[in-house]
């Protein structure tokens, strides 16, 4: 890997190189060999392993990652988080696509920006998102989720279409449960606080 000295692009050179002839007294005479120039290939590869972990839209984790993800590298302790952005299909319909895709591409933005450690951070539907952090720390879960509505509430102060959407968790303690299980659990925490929420959520997007 090379960088560009005057335009700062960065570059892949594969080296092939071999001294081809010395003098007398053992000093190199001749170096023979290839230098070439493979970065488009390189950012193929990037972009062909991007597309296999990334959702393109929003820029987190796929669904393809995710499936991987829980099967290698599962903790014994973490909490998981389950999202669903309500009335999404009700979004479509009434303004178009571009706008669910909008709502989308915003609740990923909001995520990243509540959840700040780095967390794993994974869209496995079309309007699903789900996070995993390694602390079931009550107080720190609940800060987490207070400063999550706090950003969803100042999107929708300033939204022409507000965003609602629903959340359910659940937490793992050296593992005293299946990740399915965990998150059942979280799923179905989730859709109570959706069933709760859909009477007012389809009077405020057709209003």
């Known amino acids: 890997k090379h960088k ?3 335009t ?3 570059m892949y050179i594969e080296h092939s190189i071999e001294i081809a002839d ?3 007294d053992g000093s190199v005479k001749l170096i023979g060999g290839v230098l070439l120039d493979v970065t488009e290939n390189i950012n193929r590869q990037h972009q062909i392993k991007y597309l296999a972990e990334y959702d393109t839209l929003t820029d987190v984790k796929n669904r393809n990652y995710f499936e991987k993800f829980i099967q290698n590298n599962i903790k014994v302790t973490y ?7 309500d009335g999404l299909k009700l979004i479509n ?3 178009g696509h571009l706008k669910g895709d909008e709502i989308i591409t915003q609740v990923a933005i909001l995520l990243k920006k509540a959840f700040t450690k ?3 951070i994974c869209r496995i539907g079309g309007d699903e998102f789900t996070v995993l952090i390694d602390t079931v720390d009550d107080d720190e879960i609940q800060d987490i989720t ?3 509505e706090e950003y969803v509430a100042e999107f929708n102060n300033v939204s022409s279409i507000e965003m609602n959407i629903s959340m359910g968790f659940a937490s793992v303690v050296n593992g005293d449960r299946t990740f399915d299980k965990a998150f059942v659990v979280a799923e179905n925490h ?3 606080r959706k069933l709760n929420n859909r009477s007012s959520r389809k009077s405020k997007v057709l209003e």
């Open 22 to 24: 010395y003098h007398e």
């Open 79 to 85: 909490s998981i988080f389950v999202f669903d952005v």
């Open 4 to 6: 560009n000295p005057k």
């Open 190 to 192: 989730m859709y109570r």
């Open 118 to 120: 780095n967390e794993f």
């Open 93 to 95: 319909d009434v303004f």
């Open 146 to 148: 207070l400063r999550f």
């Open 8 to 10: 700062g692009q960065e």
